[in-house]
Each structure stands twice: as structure tokens, then as C-alpha cells.
């Protein structure tokens, strides 16, 4: 199987992926998305948003990074998937996912999937300025208001000339409710030659393993379930057993000095609040010190927290 790990915005930054595919066997991971509106964007925005791209486009440890763009006028899109490509993104991914208001009031994410035959012209553009040996890929959900137009976006992906296609089971409207409604991708499983990426509502081994047997795809996408167990990858490909809250513990103060270190501490204190919604879900433990910290406001702050917190969990 290929093991993927979603964009997810303002939560999976490049410091989240060195930590994440260190200790997960991901295949390839996405980064968050880079907003294009009317131009080409200037090399700085890709380097901070993907400092891999330093690296030949790999993690520390490796893993391939791809990054991923959201827009809405061919053109630029295609203008900026050469640069990302140039610049060393293994590939370029384009955004028809996003739920976010914001975004789709500006006609970018998930908005556009009301809208197949614009979808087909962004991702035929970016084809066309890629070079043939960099993967075109493209990440959607199942629609916006309902799912009646989920085939016809997939087929325009795939009749634009994308690699592959990478599918949340939910519409916007759905949001991040369960359940995730895996039965539409079989279908496009079904009809579509090119490999289709499973994702939603996979938090297990478990969920992975049904997911696939529901689907037919040999390729899973975790987000959610990576943040609130963060070996989901290495319990899903290897069978390891998940880590206990004192290893998460020992994983959230590398997290921190990481951040520290790369002078991003003013970010930290909204970067671990986010982790830690998604860490309750996993770990009784963490409701608690969730608010204990939620209060903090600095870097210095959440970090002696954590450190008490691991002393405690000795």
C-alpha cells in the first residue's frame, strides 16, 4: 500500500512533517496549500512555506513533500506549478478541497467543485506547464452543496491529465462529520485507470484496513487520525502498536523545541492548542492538560507546562 499524509491548514507546517514522517513510513506528504490569486508568486513565498524545497524537495529523513497550490485562474495556477517544480516539489497538487469560508467566498477550494468544467481548464493548464515526468495531482471532496457532481469532477481531473487523484468522502456542506461516505470512491475507483487516493474518517488500523476493502484503493491519505496518533502511519503499514501518552508527551516537547529553534515560537502556543484538539480524541490525558495550557500565551509558558506534564507521566 501508499501512505500519504494530508495538507492540513495551519497544523501540518514542514516542522510537523519532519516530526510526523521521521516516525511514520509515509510515501509522500502535502503541504499546506499556497494561495494564488493573479500573479507569479515570488520564489521566498515557496521557500517558507516548503523549506524542503532546500532539500531536493525531501524531509530530513527523505519523505518526498509535495507542494500543493489553491486557486481559481488557470493560468497562474500553471505559472505557479512550474515554479513549485522547478523550485524541487516532487510534483504539484491542486486544492478543490478546502471547506474554509473564507477561501470559497474568493472562489478557491471547495467552491469549485460546482463547477467541473473550470476544474478540467486548472488542472489541463498545470499539466501542460509540467514537465511530463512531475506528477499534476489534484485533492477534492465529494462536492460543495450535495455529491451529485462527484463523478463528473473526478472524470474532469482525470480527462485533464492528472496522475492521480486524491478523494475526501465528504461534501463542504458535510464538513468533518462523520460518517465519511467511502462508497463514492469506490466508484470512481471503479471508472477512473489512474490510482485514486482514499481519504476520511480514518483514526485506526482498523478504519484503514475497511476503508481500503470498501474502496478498492491500495492508496490511503491520513490528516485528522495523524494528528491525534501520531504513528497512526507505522500502526497502519507496519502494524506497531500506537504510542502511549508519555511517548506523545516526548513528541510534543520535540515539537516545541523544534519551533523554538527554527525562531517560530510566536507561532508554538496556537500550533499545540491546535495539535491538542485533536489529541483528546486519542488520550484521555490530554483533555486535562489541554486546560492547563489553553490559558498560556507564550512559548516559555507551554513549554514548562509540557515539561511538568512529562515529569508527571515518568
Known sequence: MR?????MEGVVDDLMRDILSTINPFDLVVTE???????????KVYYKLCPELHNDGLT?????????LLGQEPNWMAENAFRAVELGSRGV???????????NRSKGGAVLLQYPDNIHKIVKAMRQAVPEDQP??????LGYEDKSLFMENALAIYEAGATEIAIHARSKVDGYKPPAYWEYITEVKKRLPIPVIANGEIWSEADAKRCMEVTGCDNIMIGRG?????NLGAC??????????EETLNLLLSYTQKQVDDKKSDYLPGRIKQWFTYLNRQYPEADA??????VFKTADEIVSVLNHAQQSAQ
Open 136 to 141: 499534476v495531482t489534484a485533492k477534492i471532496r
Open 289 to 294: 492538560l489541554f486546560r492547563e495550557l489553553r
Open 60 to 68: 530530513p529523513n527523505g519523505t518526498p513533500v509535495r507542494v500543493q
Open 3 to 7: 501512505l500519504v499524509l494530508a495538507p
Open 236 to 245: 497502519i503499514k507496519h502494524g506497531n502498536k500506537p504510542y502511549t501518552w
Open 226 to 230: 495523524a494528528i491525534s496518533l501520531p
Open 33 to 43: 496549500f499556497v494561495r494564488v490569486v493573479d500573479q507569479l508568486l515570488p520564489e
Open 93 to 103: 497538487d491542486a486544492n478543490f478541497g478546502c471547506p474554509a469560508k473564507i477561501v
